[in-house]
């Protein structure tokens, strides 16, 4: 018998050896408390790209009013926003993992739903780049705080799906700010400007930005309800110089999944930018018809897609230790085809509808990205870890995708009719890269996952 009892213990003691996780119990809150939680950030992730986004449908009427270029609009959704955004996420993204993340987030929600106001109100090009700049500064908060309680919420195997949900966040934000700014579009077609208390007079494009930033505020609040979760795994915070030594331990898997990760955004957030446009000037549609058509197919497709690719995730990563990463890397090969055919073909109907796979597809890495992180890396990691991919991700995807269709529309075709063809070959070029850096990390990804179990292993 005490061979037995020998035998079944050294057996349990390999097992704990390879899944360290299950050596420690771990309470989780509850499931429909965990649930709760998801739900009020994404009303958080909803409301940060509605204020985001909302400039996509502006186009027209912003460059006419500030007298500016296709160029230094793209300026204004891009790199203005993403430059403060990513690089106040490195020491947000620190504080993180030994903070208390409601209040990041709450101090987040509150500063860009101000900056997003402030917009309203900006009287000058460069006034308006520099509000832009402050609503990154707030956003920069939410996704790596919003990641890491998610983390220590769910089980490992449920994560994909939580952090696909919490990323359904940015397609109804996105959907929203088009069918709100179809409206005010329409609108401004039989109302001229409006003169506020204390601001005096606005374009209808101010108004807008006003409109969707103030009720941030009160989202805010909702957030400072929320109970910081216990954090588990690895429970010392580990020097910033261990931090990026493990990350240059790992430095394959996490090459690969961030510009796989990232050419995808930039594919996303390029033809997302530049769609309206695109409609109005080859197909001859107006913009309140387009905003509010292609504002259903990102809320709607875009949400399904992004928790089809979190359900796809985890299933995968039931299967195979490296499935989050082969998930990332099919992506750009099952949206190549539809995102490359919708600004070619004649039929303006036809174009619309391929719109709906490519954008369906095309969300798969949304919840996929970040919940490899989380799978990658120990808990006292994770937040800065995030912020890193998160500032490579949106450097590159936000940063440069409207601009860089809108680089090949003014300096290369040098034809803004030609627009549609920026919207083609860009997005082929970034869906390709996307997929060859997904499919070169395959490998390296499983010896970060054995890293990270015999790091939580000798630091419990």
């Not at 374009?203 to 805010?220: H, K, N």
């Not at 083609?424 to 990270?452: E, H, T």
Request: hydrophobic share 50%.
């Amino acid at each position: 018998m005490a061979e037995v009892d020998t035998a079944a213990e050294m057996a349990e003691a390999e097992a704990a050896a390879r899944e360290p996780h299950a050596a420690v119990k771990f309470e989780y809150p509850s499931q429909i408390y965990a649930w709760y939680v998801v739900a009020v950030l994404v009303l958080a992730y909803t409301f940060s790209f509605i204020d985001r986004q909302i400039l996509s449908l502006l186009v027209g009427p912003m460059k006419r009013d500030l007298q500016i270029s296709d160029f230094e609009m793209s300026l204004l959704q891009g790199f203005a926003f993403a430059i403060f955004y990513t690089l106040m996420g490195l020491p947000i993204g620190r504080m993180v993992d030994s903070y208390n993340r409601v209040r990041i987030i709450t101090i987040g929600v509150a500063v860009w739903s101000l900056m997003t106001a402030l917009c309203g109100i900006s009287r000058s090009y460069m006034e308006l780049f520099l509000y832009r700049m402050g609503v990154g500064v707030g956003e920069a908060a939410l996704s790596p705080a919003a990641y890491s309680m998610l983390s220590d919420s769910f089980r490992p195997e449920r994560i994909g799906v939580a952090i696909g949900v919490y990323g359904t966040g940015v397609y109804i934000g996105a959907g929203l700010a088009l069918v709100i700014g179809a409206q005010v579009v329409e609108l401004a077609s039989v109302a001229g400007t409006t003169t506020l208390p204390l601001v005096g007079e606005v374009f209808p494009w101010q108004l807008v930005f006003i409109a969707v930033g103030l009720p941030g505020l009160l989202v805010a609040l909702w957030v400072l309800t929320l109970r910081e979760p216990k954090r588990h795994g690895a429970t010392q915070m580990p020097p910033l110089a261990d931090v990026f030594a493990y990350m240059k331990a790992n430095k394959t898997t996490l090459i690969c999944h961030n510009l796989c990760y990232a050419f995808s955004a930039m594919m996303g957030y390029g033809v997302a930018a530049w769609i309206p446009e695109f409609m109005i000037r080859t197909h001859g549609w107006s913009a309140s018809e387009i905003g509010s058509i292609y504002g259903w197919i990102i809320a709607i497709f875009g949400t399904l897609g992004v928790v089809a690719g979190g359900y796809l995730g985890d299933f995968l990563a039931k299967r195979r230790r490296n499935g989050r990463m082969l998930m990332l890397a099919l992506t750009g090969i099952l949206t190549l085809p539809f995102a490359v055919a919708a600004p070619l073909v004649g039929n303006a109907n036809l174009a619309v509808l391929l719109l709906i796979p490519a954008t369906f597809f095309a969300t798969f890495t949304t919840g996929g990205g970040p919940s490899a992180i989380q799978e990658l890396m120990p808990n006292k990691m994770r937040g800065m870890v995030s912020a890193i991919m998160l500032f490579v991700v949106n450097i590159i995807g936000l940063g440069l995708g409207p601009s860089a269709i809108a680089f090949m529309t003014d300096f290369i075709l040098q034809d803004e009719s030609q627009l549609r063809y920026s919207i083609a070959v860009v997005p082929a070029v970034l869906l390709a890269l996307s997929s060859i850096f997904g499919f070169a990390g395959m490998k390296a990804y499983l010896r970060s996952r054995d890293n990270r179990d015999q790091y939580e292993l000798e630091n419990q």
